[in-house]
Structure formats: structure tokens, C-alpha cells
């Protein structure tokens, strides 16, 4: 199982950016699914989560600014991010709990990261 992050890059602040992340592979099933970032020389961060039924938390930083969506059929997640900030510049990774086949219990997995940069 793999998840696979896209969309990354550099932008404005007060721009947007829309980061993409899919699960590919076997699994049986995928439950709640995130993103979170990580600026250098801090600890990861969450900044929203959404459960399979759509339910969603974000993290304080980015209410309001930021909007996580899921395609469950296509086991997709995304992240559109508005008014972007300086302080917004970090890689973001996604996160996923799966199912791995015939397994009875989900897991938690890491996509590889991708890097936003906002600039002033």
C-alpha cells in the first residue's frame, strides 16, 4: 500500500494551492485519512483530518483558510488551501488508516511529503 502526494510548490502569499493525495495498492479498506505538516526544525503538525463519513477536524492555523475533501469511491483525498501564509511554508504529508487485504484491522500509513512554499 502507498500513498501518493501531489501538488505541491511555490506560491504568493494570499495564493492558493490544491494538494492531492491517492492510496494505491491492495487494501481492503481505508478509514480516516489527513494531512499534516512539518516546517523544518518543528515537529509535525496536524491540519485536517476526515473520517470516512466526512466528518473533518483542521487545526487551528488553517480554519477558515484551508478545506479537506475525500472521493471515497476513487480513495482519494484532497486539500485546497487559500489565503496562504509565509508561515504556511512546510512539507505536508498525507496520512491514511488502511485496511490491508484479508487483514481484520486498519493501519496507519505515510505518503512521502510535498513541499509547499509560500513566499512574501
Known amino acids: 500500500v502507498q500513498l501518493q502526494a501531489s501538488g505541491g510548490g511555490l506560491v504568493q502569499a494570499g495564493g492558493s494551492l490544491r494538494l492531492s493525495c491517492a492510496v494505491a495498492?491492495?487494501?481492503?479498506?481505508?478509514?480516516?485519512m489527513g494531512w499534516y505538516l512539518q516546517a523544518p526544525g518543528k515537529e509535525r503538525e496536524l491540519v485536517a483530518r476526515i473520517s470516512s463519513g466526512g466528518s473533518t477536524n483542521y487545526g487551528d492555523s488553517v480554519k477558515g483558510r484551508f478545506t479537506i475533501s475525500r472521493d471515497n469511491a476513487r480513495n482519494t483525498m484532497s486539500l485546497q488551501m487559500n489565503s496562504l501564509k509565509t508561515e504556511d511554508t512546510a512539507v505536508y504529508y498525507c496520512n491514511a488508516d488502511i485496511r490491508p487485504p484479508a487483514a481484520l484491522q486498519f493501519y496507519n500509513y505515510w505518503g512521502q511529503g510535498t513541499q509547499v512554499t509560500v513566499s512574501s
Open positions: 495498492g491492495s487494501f481492503s479498506g481505508v478509514n480516516d
